[in-house]
């Protein structure tokens, strides 16, 4: 059956570059550490090269005009610099070998609605652990968006452990999820903010429509990768009598005879409905999908993912 989780704690916000410890209670400081263990070691076992050859870099950045010598490629000119010093100078590019990745994740009211006793949110903490040790091994930036219905938090991506760890706090500690999901309204933040070349990881339940516009946007400057968290009851309704249902993002609360046949039926073609529909508009966006089910591993789709994508390179 569902399972509802609510923080009990005292929202808070942060204006700074790192929540303390002191900010958590013992047991969010426990979890942290017990998620931090686990996941620094899949990073590397479970993910290992798969990620570098998946991710090679952002490809070629300008890093500094100068004057024109023979043999230079002239479709490399920098006319307005040529213009301003009377004689021929060119663009130098350098390759830009470091990655920045960031986890954008919903942290709306539906995230805690699951058969896990974390919900998608304790979900997702680990998703954004495990890919931001794997930057941190790779020496490469990580950072974070939290969003449901507008922008909660965005942590501009940085190098080192620590600030991978203060990813995985701002997933877990944060005010009370509101009803209503906006991943259009996170892409179009996205595709504003990230100057240089990211790999963006959607981490969703993806129970919204009208964002595939956005998505396709944010896609054409910067890779784009969907970790849909799905779980069994958004799948299958089980036989539990009359129950009560009360909608995770808003709206009346309604009785439904989960005993009936018929009305489980109708509710198992809702739900592969509405698979069909994300699968569409992802695919329509240009953007990569790997289904999680909360009731199994997190890590092997991910990591067969990476293998599936470095075989296509």
């Known amino acids: 059956m569902w399972r509802w989780r609510h923080r009990n704690d005292a ?26 263990v686990r996941t620094r070691r899949l990073a590397s076992s479970a993910l290992g090269g798969d990620y570098r050859s998946v991710f090679r870099g952002t490809g070629i950045e300008f890093s ?45 009211a539906s995230q805690l609605v699951a058969h896990r006793e974390d919900g998608r949110i304790g979900a997702a903490a680990e998703l954004t652990a495990l890919l931001g040790f794997a930057a941190v091994q790779h020496h490469d930036r990580a950072g974070l968006l939290t969003f ?70 944010l896609s054409r400057r910067h890779d784009v990768i969907a970790l849909v968290l799905v779980d069994p009851a958004d799948l299958e309704l089980p036989d539990l009598g009359i129950v009560r249902f009360a909608p995770a993002e808003g709206g009346p609360p309604r009785l439904l005879d989960s005993a009936s046949t018929a009305v489980r039926q109708q509710y198992a073609r809702a739900a592969q409905a509405r698979v069909a529909q994300r699968q569409r508009l992802l695919a329509s966006a240009g953007v990569d999908e790997v289904e999680l089910r909360l009731d199994q591993d997190l890590v092997a789709p991910i990591a067969r993912y990476f293998r599936l994508r470095a075989g296509r390179r």
Not at 21 to 28: C, K, Q, T, Y
Not at 73 to 84: G, K, Q, S
């Open 148 to 217: 449901g219905g507008a922008i909660e938090r965005f942590v501009p991506p940085k190098h080192g452990s620590n600030h991978a760890l203060r990813l995985v706090r701002d997933v877990l500690h944060h005010p009370d999820p509101a009803p209503g999901t906006s991943l259009a309204t996170a892409a179009e933040y996205l595709a504003r903010v990230l100057r240089r070349r990211s790999v963006v990881f959607l981490i969703s339940d993806f129970f919204d429509d009208g964002y595939a516009d956005a998505l396709r946007a």
């Open 11 to 36: 929202a808070v916000t942060t204006t700074s570059d790192s929540l303390g410890a002191g900010l958590l209670s013992a047991d969010e400081q426990a979890r942290i550490k017990r998620i931090e």
């Open 64 to 108: 500094e005009a100068r004057e024109y010598v023979p043999g230079d490629d002239v479709r490399f000119i920098d006319w307005n610099v040529t213009a301003r010093m009377g004689a021929p100078w060119v663009k130098e590019f350098v390759e830009e070998r470091e990655l920045s990745i960031v986890c954008a994740v919903d942290l709306s």
